[in-house]
């Protein structure tokens, strides 16, 4: 089995950056997301990579994403958890569906995901999961809210896999970015002037990424002001935090 990088979510955003970095490093990489023309345009780019169209969303996606790679001989060294999707407007408004879907994606496949591949960096005492979380994880998100919600179940539960798996030569880290320059804006209906103004690039977010990932670093919050507002949360009360993100146009 040839070890490889798998990078979710990588057909746009943060995740085409990710794979980018990884193949310049020397990775062989498997790009996965559903839209396949993006992800074949990008394997085209960066040579050496597998292309694998899946909607992660459902049932048993990643059992089956996990199992095709198997299939063709590659076993995941570095897992980099980044596909995820995030909604806008008030709970009660937005469709359920499309809140499930969320969930389904940002909670569900991102855990089956890492619990599929640990057993085989187990054996070897040997890999690396990056779970891509938010700054949003800091803080309940009212006008977004299950989007932040399923930020702090990816942070809890990434630093609680960090603390459960020190001493096993397995990294885990999670990447918390502020505002980016992806795709994610228009597809979650975040379109702001200042969530534009106070975008990062998405090639510095992931450069930071896995630089922390390969220091093992349990928590990573790419840029001053993200690091300054998440450190804020701590002093501030939650009544008043959960004021502050109410107030926020989006
Ligand atoms: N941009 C920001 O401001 C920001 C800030 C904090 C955290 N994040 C997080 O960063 C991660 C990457 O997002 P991004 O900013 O790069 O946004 P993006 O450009 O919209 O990328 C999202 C990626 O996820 C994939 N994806 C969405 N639904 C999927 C599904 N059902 N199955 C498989 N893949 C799916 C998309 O590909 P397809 O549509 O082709 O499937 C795309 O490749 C997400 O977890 C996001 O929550 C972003």
Same mark, same amino acid.
């Given at each position: 089995m040839r070890p490889v990088t798998l990078v979710t979510g990588a057909s746009s955003g943060l995740g085409a950056e990710f794979a980018r970095l990884c193949a310049r490093r020397g990775d062989e990489v498997v790009l996965a997301a559903r839209r396949k023309e993006r992800l074949d345009a990008l394997a085209a780019e960066i040579g050496n990579a597998h292309v694998v169209s899946i909607d /992660? !969303?459902?049932?048993q996606a990643p059992r089956q994403l996990v199992s095709e790679l198997e299939w063709r001989g590659l076993r995941v060294e *570095? /897992?980099?958890?980044n596909a995820g999707s995030g909604l806008a407007g008030r709970f009660a408004d937005l469709p359920l569906t499309r809140q499930r879907e969320m969930l389904d994606l940002n909670v569900v496949a991102l855990t089956e995901l890492a619990h599929l591949v640990l057993p085989a960096m187990r054996e070897k005492r040997q890999g690396a999961i990056l779970n891509v979380a938010s700054t949003g994880a800091f803080q309940p998100g009212p006008g977004i809210g299950v989007y932040f919600a399923t930020k702090a179940y990816v942070l809890s539960f990434t630093e609680a896999l960090h603390q459960e798996l020190k001493g096993s030569g397995i990294k885990v880290s999670a990447l918390c970015p502020g505002? *980016? !320059? *992806?795709?994610f804006g228009a597809v979650a209906g975040v379109a702001s002037e200042q969530f534009q103004k106070f975008s990062a690039g998405a090639a510095e977010v992931a450069a930071a990424g896995l630089k922390g990932l390969g220091r093992n670093q349990a928590v990573i919050v790419p840029g001053f002001m993200n690091k300054v507002s998440a450190q804020s949360n701590r002093l501030m009360p939650r009544a008043a935090m959960r004021r502050i993100v109410a107030s926020l146009k989006l």
């Open positions: /992660l !969303a459902h049932g *570095t /897992l980099i958890n505002p *980016t !320059a *992806t795709e």
